[in-house]
């Protein structure tokens, strides 16, 4: 067995391994159910390390932590879709793992090693946020920090990826410069002190500097103007193996009328009644949605306005809808209207239907949801809202777009989603702590208000109130600030997305271009060579 480390050696060590699906782990522990955010200084060093133990193997570790990470993590797909799905979904995951440590590997012995694997990290989940079929960046970094972590008021000025960016800088900046000083201690006598410490200055200085950086790195939320009376609506309790109950979509339409009635039995009416995604999951407005229809205009006279997850018919009621957020006044009549624009392969739509429809399992999706192409912002009173519909939460780019899309920045966020499908999973959790991102991102207020929980009104801090638990009928009120101006993330965007994207193709590409030479010169043996 070879030396680890020795990047001519063929087999893989225990330890490396080892290594990786602790770091997976590590990164787990710091998402719901568990919520340890701080378990991600350590996660991306460890990986990291992992790696520089085995260089030739760094892609594959890589896909080892991936596994070790997404795997349990998005088990509560398997209720909804099956195991083919999960298994699907975590290759794909893990395939963006590997590829970051193909990228890392000949950076594993440079000084520069924490702000190259910093920037690399960051760029694969940038690119996880757009791709395949429109991405799916479930688990990002960000996502654990939203409750505790002193670096969340970054996202206002970075997004969510400034703080991905500066918990993967101290996690591999802390481990080489233990690494280093361990080395430098061990070969004390073969080489002088100054050059000893020179191979561990930069880590240091990228570790205290990115410390730093991680604290100043921030600015106060806008200010706030005014408030809105708002009620959100919680009204399904039926599980998913429940779903052989007798007319559930009209049960729960039912029981979300009578759960905004009772709330609303005494005193002024709320300035907006927030009822989740799919609370009408027929059309109201056709004519099998009649007594749909009538249950959701009886519920819309008791506020101002009401602003209801319906499904509505797209021009082949057979083969699409719109997943839509109607704005009604208290005349129950449409006043404005957001349809979803980001939506989920394989659970909200099939790809290539015409080919693989055929296939058994995509039998529960008969209908695609059909996407919108343009953000839009509702007009309300003297503000606007903002809506993000089920997993638009995932897309900081969605939510900026829908906040920045009228005249004037809106005032309020809303975060409307069902999580039904997925139980007593952590799934509700993890979606939650993505609407948190969100509020601190855009400096808003949001009503996460999720039809089977867990609902919760989010401060622009990201800090949350009156959390419901899962499957109950419940209702939560409040006077909802509403946020005037806007975050340096509103003004600027995703730039730290745009600009990793196209360093990790470049380094990509550059490896590529090394392979293509070195296969040309049979005398090449640079297989495990690093920058230095």
Known sequence: MTAPGDPRGGELTVLAPLLAVVAGGLLLAAHPPLELWWTTLLGPGLLVLAMQLEPRWAGRLGALAGAACFGPMLTWIILPAGYLAWVLLILTQVGFVALLGVAVRPWLGSRWLPLVAAVLWVGMDAWRSIFPLGGFEWGAIAYAHVDGSWMLPVARVLGGRGITLFAV???????????????????????????????????????????????????????????????SVQGNDIRHFER???????????????????????????????????????????????????????????????????????????????????????????????????????????????????????????????????????????????????????????????????????????????????????EPAQHLAQSQLRAVETGRWVVHSALSGSSAFVAPDGSTSQETPLFERATIRADVPIVEGTTPFLVLGDVLGTASRLIILVALAWLLERARRRRGDPTSDDVGATVS
């Open 169 to 231: 800088l101290l996690s591999v900046a802390l481990v080489e410069v233990v690494r280093r000083s361990r080395a430098a201690v061990r070969d004390r006598g073969d080489r002088p002190v100054d050059q000893a410490l020179r191979a561990v200055n930069l880590p240091v200085g990228l570790f205290v500097g990115g410390l730093l950086l991680s604290v100043m790195v921030t600015v106060e939320p806008p200010p706030e103007v005014g408030v809105l009376d708002v009620l």
């Open 244 to 426: 052989r109950v007798d007319d559930p979509s009209y049960r729960i339409t039912t029981q979300m009328r009578d759960e905004t009635v009772a709330a609303t039995a005494e005193g002024p009416p709320p300035d907006l009644t927030v009822w989740p995604e799919a609370s009408v999951d027929t059309d109201p407005y056709a004519d099998r949605g009649t007594r749909f229809r009538e249950l959701l205009d009886e519920a819309a006279t008791r506020s101002r306005f009401t602003l209801a997850g319906v499904n509505l018919d797209g021009p082949d009621p057979r083969t699409g809808f719109y997943r839509t957020q109607i704005l009604l006044d208290q005349d129950a009549e449409p006043v404005g209207r957001y349809d979803k624009r980001a939506v989920v392969p394989f659970g909200e739509y099939v790809p290539l239907r015409r080919w693989i429809g055929w296939f058994p399992p995509l039998a529960q999706i008969p209908r695609d949801i059909l996407p919108a192409t343009d953000p839009v912002s509702i007009e309300l009173d003297d503000t606007s809202l903002a809506v993000l519909i089920c997993f638009e939460t995932l897309f900081g780019d969605v939510a900026r777009d829908n906040v920045m899309a009228g005249d004037d920045p809106a005032g309020l966020l809303i975060s409307a989603t069902t999580d039904a499908s997925f139980g007593l999973s952590a």
